[in-house]
């Protein structure tokens, strides 16, 4: 009987997880498709777009790279960009979790609500600049399972991938807790190497972030971008979104977001939601006080800006990056429970207007309710 159990536990966890996940990135991808066709929109896509048409601003290096590379595909050729960046995260998810025999515990991290498959379940909140920054601690993440010079090229391609994210958005910072502990584990015991590697990684995102906080932008620079894209024959309203945000400072960001109070307070039972496999994680927290760090990191982002669900999706995989490897006591939760708790709930990306009630909205219901006929 013990036989038959697990021969069905092998079979029903894979095709859940590769179900949600298919899922949720073919929404993902051809609700935003259908957003480039029409043009790209403020955020989603105007983000991606700030470059250095202006000068050197935060936020521009990846908007300038494909500017020079496009100048004439550059709305279509940002979008596959970030497709395909989202398509090799993706990749390797489903990577990690063949590595660790589809665990339920493993399916719950990669595979809730707020984890990979939130750029399904609300489209809006996917696709955004974090997931160059996803794609640093996967390719590190990557490293603790090579040796030699594979494993010194692969943290060398992370570094170099952590760079463009911070160039691109400096925001992203906030995960270098996860990146750094990454790092110490693809190199063991090798204190040397580790040292070397840390300290560039810290050098690396001080210079970026340094560089961005000296340049921030400005309405001068705004305007100098949105005018720049509108000679390539970009509709107005792609400036209506990030680019307009660069004139803005951080007081301004606090003010907005403090504005939503107590409306945004309805996003921390999310948070806990978001969190809760950790409950399966064994000793995963005991003694250890990097991974409530991490998460106090990136939740500060809740102060400045009121993308609650996206910051709330960064907290998600980030403990999914801080859990490989912790299998020390490690437990695994009922079946029944693990489909509840990716099928039942979602998080929208944002809070806007006078919505209360965030709680429900979101996930595959959603989607069902909103986009099937």
């Known amino acids: ?135 640093a601690l996967a390719v590190m993440s990557l490293a603790a399972d090579r040796v030699g010079r594979a494993r010194m090229l692969l943290v060398s391609a992370s570094c170099v991938i952590w760079a463009v994210s911070l160039l691109s958005w400096e925001a992203t910072v906030v995960l270098l807790p996860t990146l750094l502990i990454l790092c110490r584990r693809a190199f063991g015991d090798d204190r040397k190497q580790w040292r070397i590697a840390g300290t560039s990684i810290l050098v690396v995102s001080a210079a970026a972030v340094g560089a961005s906080l000296a340049a921030p932008g400005g309405t001068r620079a705004a305007a100098g971008i949105c005018d720049d894209l509108l000679s390539r024959g970009f509709d107005k309203q792609i400036c209506d979104g990030s680019i307009r945000w660069l004139g803005y400072d951080l007081q301004y960001g606090y003010d907005y977001t403090i ?47 009121a993308d609650y669900g ?33 099928l039942g709930w979602g998080v929208q990306h944002a809070l806007f207007g006078t919505a209360t009630t965030p709680v429900w909205r979101g996930g595959w219901m959603t989607f069902v309710q909103h986009y099937l006929p």
């Open 310 to 342: 996206r910051w709330i999706h960064m907290a998600a995989i980030a403990t999914a990056f801080l859990a490989l490897g912790r299998t020390e006591g490690r437990s695994e939760p009922p079946a029944g429970l693990v489909v509840v708790y990716l």
């Open 1 to 135: 009987m013990n036989r038959v159990k697990v021969q069905a536990a092998l079979t029903w966890r894979p095709v859940l997880a590769l179900t949600i996940l298919a899922f949720s990135t073919f929404v993902s991808l051809s609700t935003y498709w259908r957003v480039v066709r029409a043009g790209g929109n403020d955020h989603q896509t105007g983000d991606w777009l700030i470059n250095y048409s202006a000068g050197f601003i935060r936020r521009g290096f990846i908007g300038e790279i494909l500017r020079f590379a496009y100048p004439d595909d550059l709305l279509v050729a940002t979008a596959i960009l970030q497709m395909t960046l989202w398509l090799l995260f993706v990749a390797f998810v489903v990577y990690r979790l063949r590595k660790d025999e589809w665990s339920s515990t493993s399916i719950l991290l990669w595979c809730g609500p707020a984890a990979v498959p939130f750029a399904g379940w609300d489209p809006q909140g996917g696709l955004r600049k974090e997931i160059i920054a996803f794609l």
């Open 259 to 305: 504005g939503f109070m107590p409306q945004n307070l309805y996003f921390v039972p999310l948070a806990a939601l978001a969190l809760l496999p950790v409950c399966w994680l064994g000793r995963f927290c005991e003694r250890r006080w990097w991974w409530p760090a991490q998460i106090a990191v990136i939740l500060s982002l809740s102060l400045i800006a």
